[in-house]
């Protein structure tokens, strides 16, 4: 898969790419310093159609934005047939695996038949540990782990309105949630913890989906 390290780029050029990605535009506007940090982590990747962007049961440092394009999404990791899914340009890719420390669910590909795909990929290296601040504050963590919940629960409502009458439709509603204070190492400990109970679920609906 093509790549060129973003540092390569001018920082008009960053901006105009990076800018339809919420969490990059928080970073530029809020903390460029933040940004910087992340920036000359990144790399800006380019997949031919049909090329794998993600391998199930892989395990790697990187989680994605979409830029352009389109990824097709297969949860048993065959490639062929038709997709459970597709990703379009906004959404965030990998990060489950990495906030979990576990293989890839999903096989992603560069569907064929959109424009051309692009990515904003990061090395996920200097988060370090769930707690340890010394590279990635406490504020851009939080808005990580609160942007990767926040997708993973919109998908797990997805299936769920897809598929009302299924045994796993009510399972969304035991996974915990946050109610003490906002912006404190304690938001981040059960964000994590919730990341976790999801993407259990997100394994259990993946499994009884694809048979």
Not at 43 to 61: H, M, S, T
Not at 78 to 96: F, N, T, W
Not at 98 to 117: E, F, G, M, N, Q
Not at 134 to 151: F, Q
Request: with cysteine; aromatic share 8%.
């Amino acid at each position: 898969m093509k790549s060129t390290p973003l540092t390569s780029f001018k920082p008009d050029m960053i901006d105009t790419l990076l800018s339809g990605i919420p969490f990059c535009k928080d970073l530029m506007f809020n903390d460029p310093d933040q940004m910087k940090v992340l920036l000359s982590h990144s790399q800006l990747f380019e997949p031919a159609p049909g090329e794998v962007v993600i391998e199930k049961g892989a395990r790697d440092n990187i989680f994605y934005f979409l830029l352009s394009g389109q990824l097709a999404v297969y949860p048993d990791g065959k490639k062929k047939g038709e997709a459970l899914s597709y990703l379009s340009a906004g959404q965030i890719l990998g990060a489950l695996a990495l906030l979990c420390k576990s293989p890839r669910t999903a096989t992603l590909v560069a569907d064929p038949t959109s424009s051309r795909v692009q990515l904003f990929g990061a090395d996920f290296s200097p988060f370090g540990e769930l707690t340890d601040f010394s590279k990635i504050s406490l504020n851009t963590k939080l808005l990580l782990w609160r942007m990767v919940m926040n997708n993973t629960r919109w998908k797990l409502n997805v299936y769920r309105m897809q598929n009302p009458d299924h045994a796993l439709s009510d399972a969304l509603q035991k996974v915990e949630a946050f109610t003490g204070e906002k912006g404190t190492i304690e938001e981040l400990q059960s964000l994590d913890r919730q990341i976790h109970q999801l993407t259990d679920l997100m394994q259990m609906w993946n499994q009884a989906l694809t048979g």
